[in-house]
T-cell receptor
Framework: KQEVTQIPAALSVPEGENLVLNCSFT??????LQWFRQDPGKGLTSLLL?????REQTSGRLNASLDKSSGRSTLYIAASQPGDSATYLC?????????????FGTGTKLQVIP | KAGVTQTPRYLIKTRGQQVTLSCSPI?????VSWYQQTPGQGLQFLFE???????NKGNFPGRFSGRQFSNSRSEMNVSTLELGDSALYLC????????????FGPGTRLTVT
């Protein structure tokens, strides 16, 4: 059974800091890993998708890396802004019993202080 | 391209009633998944539909059911509502490729009183 853990559960940083969010998973046989952000009471917004054959993906100030062998992904946010305040979730897709299953992490709640 | 849409956005129901939620996927996406999100349990997978067939199901009681139409639109039904069913219900669509990500709708906030 795939378990996905995100540490820390909450993070508060001053504006302008660079920060790293972590996502750990137990089963390395994955198709891909996707990072999302969720604003309170809203749906999930896709940030980055990393295929199992890739090591990293970049979009603007965001960079996500994937290390399957260690079961880890990190989301790097450069020069954080108050608008980055949200909950960040990682989701791992893998094959299970002939179907593809997605397991979400527990999330990291980020607060960027002006 | 329009995103995933969900209706209604908010719903208040009484215990024992039933409810139907609707999801329209992104054009060209044939897979639709449903999730329940609560503060205590986080995001939990309900089921996935592809080409009008349920092909994957999470660990929810039979009160939770769904279907998908030929145009890929999907509905989720919850019968005999319980207070614990209060949650944000999220729908996500994707192409059927295992190498594509999911795209989520804004969700339906269900409150059971």
């Amino acid at each position: 059974k795939q378990e996905v853990t995100q540490i820390p559960a909450a993070l508060s940083v001053p504006e302008g800091e660079n920060l790293v969010l972590n996502c750990s998973f137990t089963d390395s046989a994955i198709y891909n890993l996707q990072w999302f952000r969720q604003d309170p009471g809203k749906g999930l917004t896709s940030l980055l998708l990393i295929q199992s054959s890739q090591r990293e993906q970049t979009s603007g100030r965001l960079n996500a890396s994937l290390d399957k062998s260690s079961g880890r992904s990190t989301l790097y946010i450069a020069a954080s802004q108050p608008g980055d305040s949200a909950t960040y979730l990682c989701a791992v897709r893998r094959n299970s019993g002939g179907y593809q299953k997605v397991t979400f992490g527990t999330g990291t709640k980020l607060q960027v202080i002006p | 391209k329009a995103g995933v849409t969900q209706t209604p956005r908010y719903l208040i129901k009484t215990r024992g009633q039933q409810v139907t939620l609707s999801c329209s996927p992104i054009s060209g996406h044939r897979s639709v998944s449903w999730y329940q999100q609560t503060p205590g349990q986080g995001l939990q997978f309900l089921f996935e539909y592809f080409s009008e067939t349920q092909r994957n199901k999470g660990n929810f009681p039979g009160r939770f059911s769904g279907r998908q139409f030929s145009n890929s639109r999907s509905e989720m039904n919850v019968s005999t509502l319980e207070l614990g069913d209060s949650a944000l219900y999220l729908c996500a669509s994707r192409t059927d490729s295992g190498f594509e990500g999911q795209y989520f709708g804004p969700g339906t906030r269900l409150t059971v009183t």
